[in-house]
Every structure is written in C-alpha cells, then in structure tokens.
C-alpha cells in the first residue's frame, strides 16, 4: 500500500463511523476523509462540485445506510452521489461498496436494486462457483453479517463472487479495481450494537432469515473476524489494480 494514501468514504448514517477497515487503513498512514451525506437536508439537492474532485481520491470507500438506493425523490442527493460514483468508476480507480454502498455503485452502472428475502444477522456465504482464478479470492463459505431488505442486480461486465440461499447476489467484482458487497465485513461490535439500539430500524425486519435483537447481543468477538480480514484483503487487492 502506498504511503499518504488518500481514502475518501461516503458515509450515509451519524454516528455508524467507518468499521474496521478505518483502523486498518490508519495503520497504513492513510489520510482519511469524507462526505456526510447524511447531514445535509433530505429535499435539497447537492451539486456535483461539491464533492471532491476524482483526482484527489486513491481509494473510494461507499458505507451502508438505511435509505434504498431509489429514494432520489426524498434524498436528491443520492443522484448526484451516483453520478460521481460513475465518474470515478469510468476513471479506473479503486471503489469498494458495502451494503448499501454496494448498491449504489451497482445502480450508478445501470444495475437494478430490488427488495428481498430481508437478512439480519450472522449467515453463511458461499462462493460462487464460476469465479475465474484470477478474481477476488475468497473462501469457500464464510459466516458474515447482513443487515439488508433489498439487493443488487449484478453489474453488466461484472462477476458474480459469493451468494446464499436468501438472497443470490452477495459480492461482485468489476474489472481488478471494484468489489461490491451486500454483506457488511465492515461490522465490529461498536458498530453492532449502535444498530441494535435503534428500536425503529430493527421493527421493519421480518422473515425467515432475521435473527433477534437477544441473540445478536450475544455476538463473540471472534465472530467478526472473518468479515474484517476479507474487507482487508480487498482493499489492498483494489489497490494493486
């Protein structure tokens, strides 16, 4: 990883922070910045200028957030957010999604997001079996955290990485440089239990694949581990491109 790198993240939600791979890219030196989107008003929109300009971001990280990603008419900003993401895609450089981020950048492409089997909680992922050798690696299954009602169509010239039972699409990769997750690797027992304080966000998730508020308090930290170290791994693999 090279020194002085510069990550800009596009955070969604106060408070979430930035998960693990904040403190992992703080170990590389990396100078670090972001957009808050979500402190801007919901019916104002947002010119493309003020975000920053594409040649000053080494790695672009896109964060998750409670809003769909087809929500344009009550957060405008999330069409200029796109087309950035657009922008910098084109531009050949590093982009890692995750959740919602993952979406978003799949959207910005001209891939659909659509509702689904909802995931909450700790599941297993697999990896797809026609991943080409020379893809993002990842294991054979893995257990990670979800923490979504909708997902993404896979990119056009994009590849499928991972899936599961409930929802197909857990991971894309784009060229060498964009890796798309709907998972969140990011999670770090902070993180956890932020999101399990929010009574409101935790009544709209119902079905077969929810796992309880009581269950997830009981979260061991080796559980995180996993998620952390592929969210490392991808990093620097974005960076190598």
Same mark, same amino acid.
């Given at each position: ?74 957060? $405008? ?5 796109? %087309? @950035?993401? !657009? ?7 590093? +982009? #890692?999604? /995750? ?39 990842? $294991? ?5 955290? %979800? @923490?979504? !009602? ?7 010239? +994009? #590849?499928? /990485? ?80």
């Amino acid at each position: 990883m090279k020194k002085n790198l510069k990550v800009h993240y596009f955070q969604h939600i106060a408070g979430e922070g930035f998960g693990s791979c904040y403190d992992f890219l703080r170990q590389h030196q990396a100078q670090i910045s972001a957009t808050e989107f979500f402190a801007l008003p919901f019916n104002l929109p947002v010119d493309l200028e003020a975000l920053p300009d594409i040649d000053d971001v080494d790695l672009l990280i896109v964060m998750g957030g409670k809003m769909s990603v087809n929500d344009e008419a009550l957060y $405008p900003w999330l069409k200029v957010e796109k %087309q @950035w993401i !657009r922008r910098y895609i084109s531009a050949g450089k590093p +982009a #890692i999604g /995750l959740c919602l981020g993952g979406q978003l950048i799949a959207n910005a492409l001209g891939a659909k997001v659509k509702p689904n089997h909802q995931e909450l909680g700790w599941t297993t992922v697999y990896r797809s079996r026609t991943v080409p050798k020379d893809c993002f690696a990842l $294991p054979a299954q893995f257990e990670v955290m %979800q @923490w979504h !009602r909708e997902t993404f169509e896979i990119p056009h010239g +994009a #590849i499928q /990485l991972a899936e599961n039972p409930a929802c197909a699409n857990q991971m894309y990769q784009i060229g060498k440089n964009v890796l798309g997750f709907q998972f969140h690797p990011e999670i770090t027992p902070n993180t956890l239990r932020l999101f399990l304080d929010d009574d409101e966000e935790l009544s709209i998730f119902n079905g077969d694949y929810i796992q309880s508020a009581i269950h997830l308090k009981k979260s061991v930290s080796e559980q995180f581990v996993v998620g952390n170290s592929i969210l490392n791994e991808a990093i620097q693999y974005v960076l190598r491109s």
